[in-house]
């Protein structure tokens, strides 16, 4: 069966044929690092993560490109309001450029955490100011630009077909404009470069030859893509908030300049809801993987739990089904391990029906069934390891790997004293500390190579 993707642009499932055989051009909008980010962002590179791993098991060589906006994303889609990263310099106190180095690096300590592959290029939006510049110049030299006070703008009105990702009723949007509104002639319109504000001086900005200033957000996406994939390459991907403005704009962009949709298939995770709505940023409440450490969960907890569910359903998150995935996730793995080191032979039957449920828009709550089924078959175990560890090639739960377990001195020295009741046969002493080290928050699993501790789950 060949692979089918969803394509957001068809609003179908469609079958993949790249563009250059054997060879993927994939583009993901990655993190603006001026915060920590949450798990329903984290949601999203995971799904990301699940398909690249599937192009390369279908033997495509991947081309993975995830850009850093270091500047340029205002708080308001509507082009107004401050830029994120001057915002998070005014929060913490810090440069700007400070800011991103920090949170870069946290967001690369989550990336690596929950076993992302990393990609070929990571790109950063300040590290292509002069592409941008370029593309907004030809784009101007096209007709597709007007100046205002305060920066260029894009005229998407020029754009019989603007919209068509998100099936915007651009009509409407006019129809209900005010005259009024500011300095945009429509609403569709969005900023290809800002100014500076008159006598002030901002932390990051560029001389262009508009003036001093700095990029929109939009056209980072379509400057960086081109210039490592070309103005059609096969996949984009992003978060559905992307699809009504950041992911049209960027082809509005591409369109006008090269006459193509950038992208062949445009590819959304959806959003990861709580309680009181959509995971977000803006009302500062969200969790992080380490808000999730905190509470006694490793970040594979989350991944397991992100495999349970399609990509293109929204999720719902709570601490009783991160619980589950946990438990879920150490008897996987525990189950794994059990079947000894003995290399065996993959079960072609299994692998079929795992890459079937693959195939079909990345069914990974089907492909995790096939593979709790395969646990419980009965193939010989050394045949059970190799198909297992064949599927975590793209489940990414490292199932073959024994979880190390960095403890404490206190416990440490528990675990001793234990060892010696237990050498001694003094059973009550070693039950009273088995259950002291269960009070530090870990347990105890004895076995014929010894005694293993680990973490508690939690509950």
Known sequence: MPLHLYDTWTRSLRPFEPIQAGQVGLYCCGPTVYDYAHIGNLRTYLFEDV??????????????????????HLVSDADDGEDKMEKGSRRTGKRAEEIAEYYLAAFLADWRALNLEEP???CRATGHIGEQIA?????QSKGFTYRTPDGIYFDATRQPDYGRLARLDTEGLMAGARVEGGDKRHPTDFALWKFSPEGETRQMEWDSPWGRGFPGWHIEC?????HYLGPWFDIHCGGEDHIPVHHTNEIAQTEARHGTRLANFWMHGYFLKTGNGKMSKSDGEFLTLA????RGFAALDWRYLC????????????????????????RLGDGVRRLGETDGRID??????????LDQDLNLPQALSIAWETLGSALADADK????????RVLGLDLGKAETVSVPDTVRDLLALRETARATRDWKEADRLREAVREEGYDIEDGAEGPRVRPRLPG
Not at 54 to 69: D, E, S
Not at 385 to 392: G, P, Q, S, V
């Open 120 to 122: 070929e290029i990571w």
């Open 348 to 357: 072609p039957a299994r692998r079929e029906r795992f890459m079937d449920a």
């Open 385 to 392: 390891r190799a198909t297992l560890l064949w599927f975590d």
């Open 307 to 330: 495999l349970t569910a399609h990509y293109r359903h929204q999720m719902v998150f709570s601490w009783e089904a991160l619980e589950a995935a946990a438990v879920a996730r150490r």
């Open 291 to 294: 808000r999730l450490a905190e």
């Open 51 to 72: 398909l690249r791993r599937v192009l390369r098991i279908h033997g495509y060589a991947v081309r993975h490109v995830v850009n850093i906006t270091d500047v340029g």
């Open 135 to 139: 593309f907004i110049a030809d784009l």
């Open 222 to 226: 379509s400057a960086m893509a081109e």
